[in-house]
């Protein structure tokens, strides 16, 4: 374990500053304090082991950049003198492995036996065992699920969801279930002061979207059906793709959104996978040559559908069929596919539930403040405030342009409060929008960023 530290780990540099690597084997441990107040070096061979410290007395001080590898650069130098001056010190030229250690290949979620599912995930990883020690119990953590998400957190569906609206995956079963311990953070949050407050998101484990779901979806039917998505636009992405915007229904109980399309004037067609509330309001359709119009439906939790939105072509926003895209669709005809393409390709990105699932949203979040663009190696960070978590905030989205008063195209969807801009063609302005489970933000002040 400690051997791959030197080799690509955190104390890799020493490697290359060692001038016997190779021939007298080395490993060792990296060590930091909170923002980088002390930092630590311990590397032993099998005759030696030094360590190395270097920090200051009181953590209010912290280590500059260059600081941050204090510890190894010392290490790296007092062992170069001492394998010179001592050789006759390092005698042993291998780490001796003890009898009863083995290796497995085992499942990377639980640690246990592989199984079929374990391996069909891709879920496996070969470690080292104390032969006493090694398992025998098989893998029980991973589980093949149908589940719907609702803003970046997967529930148990209801029976009368619609099956387009579901996802089945692989998932794993954990210990404590993320939408349980959702509900721990809000209640915790709620007694930390609004002005410290993270969105909701910032506490949320990376593999967030892969745990197995253990609560049932919170959203109710409200006993109708919703109304249609508003401000449909489409725009040509070149190779036969456009993408489909469109405005969400209002209605709390929505789980998510259909897209039909019309080729030459016929008739509307349901094409490709739905997307959810909580992933982008947007479809990537590949469609095919002719005179092509989209129209987006909503459909709630009971599986009842609004009728077609307003529909739209390229180069234009709503509008066109008039009586034509008022009532339900045409579900006599095949759902995944329709007419002359492939399917859609939905936009996902995740973010939290709102405080109450079971409640509209009062209120668009406010405009990010203080954004600003710090240079770096190749390229600049932006960084802004976080709103507050009364905003409900489920990601950031980072806008650019060319000029400050030109079109802004958006090219980062991020829960973090953080953008890294990098290569070559990164001078132009920058802006940031909130989006909550309402919609988005105005947008924050715009900053520069110039090539270096």
Do not use: C
């Amino acid at each position: 374990m400690l051997r791959t530290v030197v080799t690509d780990g955190t104390g890799k540099s020493v490697k290359n500053g060692f001038k016997n690597y190779g021939k007298i084997p080395i490993v060792g441990k990296t060590g930091t304090t909170s923002n980088y107040a002390d930092v630590w070096f311990e590397g032993f061979t099998p005759d030696i082991t030094l360590g190395v410290w270097a920090g200051y007395e009181k953590s209010v001080n912290t280590l500059s950049t260059d600081g941050h590898a204090r510890a190894r650069e010392i290490w790296t130098k007092v062992m170069n003198e001492v394998t010179e001056a001592k050789p006759e010190l390092f005698p042993t030229k291998e780490f001796t492995k003890p009898d009863g250690i083995v290796s497995m290949t085992v499942s990377s979620v639980s640690g246990k036996l592989p199984t079929d599912l374990t391996r069909s995930a891709g879920k496996l990883v070969t470690d080292i065992f104390n032969k006493k020690y090694i398992p025998t119990e098989e893998d029980d953590a991973l589980v093949a699920v149908k589940y719907i998400s609702y803003n970046g957190v997967n529930y148990q569906p209801s029976p009368e969801t619609p099956e387009d609206m579901l996802r089945e995956s692989i998932m794993t079963k954990r210990e404590k279930p993320l939408d349980a311990l959702i509900e721990e953070l809000k209640a915790a949050l709620d007694k930390v002061p609004a002005s410290s407050r993270k969105p909701l998101s910032y506490y949320l484990p990376k593999d967030a979207s892969g745990g197995a779901p253990s609560k049932p979806d919170p959203r109710v039917d409200d006993g109708s059906a919703p109304s249609a998505p508003g401000n449909i636009t489409v725009e040509q992405l070149g190779g036969g793709k456009a993408r489909i915007s469109f405005a969400k229904s209002p209605q709390a109980d929505v789980v998510g959104y259909r897209l039909y399309r019309s080729v030459n004037g016929g008739s509307y067609v349901r094409s490709g996978k739905s997307v959810l509330t909580g992933e982008e309001t947007r479809f990537i359709d590949y469609s095919s040559s002719g005179s092509v119009r989209y129209a987006v439906t909503a459909v709630d939790v009971a599986g009842n559908e609004s009728g077609r939105s307003e529909s739209a072509s390229s180069g234009g926003g709503g509008g066109g069929d008039a009586g034509g895209d008022t009532g339900n669709p045409d579900e006599s005809t095949p759902p995944i596919g329709g007419v002359d393409g492939g399917p859609t390709e939905p936009v996902t990105d995740g973010g939290v539930p709102s405080s109450d699932p079971g409640q509209p949203q009062a209120a668009a979040p406010a405009a990010p403040s203080g954004l600003v663009a710090q240079g770096s190696a190749g390229g600049a960070t932006l960084s802004w405030n976080a709103n507050p978590a009364s905003d409900n905030v489920t990601r950031y989205e980072v806008w650019y342009s060319a000029s400050e008063q030109g079109n802004y195209r958006r090219v980062e969807s991020t829960q973090s409060t953080q953008y890294a801009v990098s290569g070559n063609n990164t001078a132009g302005w920058y802006r940031v929008r909130a989006v909550n489970d309402t919609g988005a933000s105005d947008a924050s002040p715009s900053v520069e960023i110039k090539n270096s």
